[in-house]
């Protein structure tokens, strides 16, 4: 069912105390996120948790860096993300985490390299999301001062780059390199060579929690994500466009 259904659905048997949930989001993060369609992983898991209790997600849209200040200003009255600043001054009530961006390095199996600590890229190119040198200085600082690092917003190059053996590592996360490395093979006839993933940091569920103005709402979207979870829906979320 499309979110619109889902919505209008909704709006028809929702409780009394239901509300209309607007949420900031990014403004394209495939397979996370898809504005033109409204939907995605994180657009669908967020919607459904917040539908379990009769409330109506209507998605905004900002670029990335912007979605922590539209909150802050009230445009919207939650946000997917806070990327990494506490927003509990600005009235935030932060919930269970709904996704989890799993960063990581890739390379080519066969080039047979080994990445456990940052000096192990010397020499070696880098492609990455536009901004992680902010987040991963310790990793990619030295890098670019080699002259060996590139940001690349559409993450269908890096796929592709990588392949070709035009870039030595890609950080990426690991759910929307997949995404991408399976919609070639599905409408491209695209047949990438083995990768190998290089975990570099530990990931934290907290840094990934989604922010609610209204403390009620966050429990209810608590309350759905939890059974989410337990039914297998999540799982069948994330399957529905990362399973080959």
């Given amino acids: 069912m499309k979110l619109q259904q889902l919505t209008l659905l909704l709006i028809l048997l929702s409780p009394a105390h239901a509300k209309e949930v607007t949420m900031a989001f990014g403004e394209k993060i495939p397979p996370f996120c898809f504005p033109q369609t409204n939907s995605g992983i994180e657009l669908e898991v967020i919607g459904e948790a917040l539908a379990y209790r009769g409330h109506v997600l209507k998605p905004v849209y900002f670029p990335f860096a912007r979605i922590p200040v539209a909150f802050k200003n009230r445009h919207v009255n939650a946000a997917m993300t806070d ?98 490395t399976l919609q070639m093979k599905k409408t491209e006839g695209f047949l990438p060579k083995p990768v190998q993933e290089h975990r570099f940091t530990t990931v934290n569920p907290q840094d990934y929690r989604p922010v609610f103005r209204d403390a009620v709402v966050r429990d209810d979207f608590n309350a759905g994500l939890k059974q989410l979870k337990e039914s297998g829906r999540f799982q069948a979320i994330y399957d529905k466009y990362l399973k080959e």
């Fill in 83 to 180: 990327l990494g600043e506490d927003l509990t001054p600005y009235g935030a009530k932060y919930g269970d985490p709904a996704v989890i961006y799993d960063n990581v390095l890739i390379t080519l199996k066969s080039r047979n390299l080994h990445l456990r600590q940052p000096s192990d890229l010397k020499g070696l190119s880098v492609i990455s999301f536009q901004g992680a040198i902010n987040r991963y200085p310790d990793w990619l600082n030295p890098v670019k001062q080699e002259g060996n690092y590139y940001e690349q917003n559409d993450q269908k190059v890096q796929v592709l780059t990588l392949d070709k053996g035009r870039y030595d590592v890609v950080l990426s996360d690991r759910s929307i390199f997949r995404y991408f």
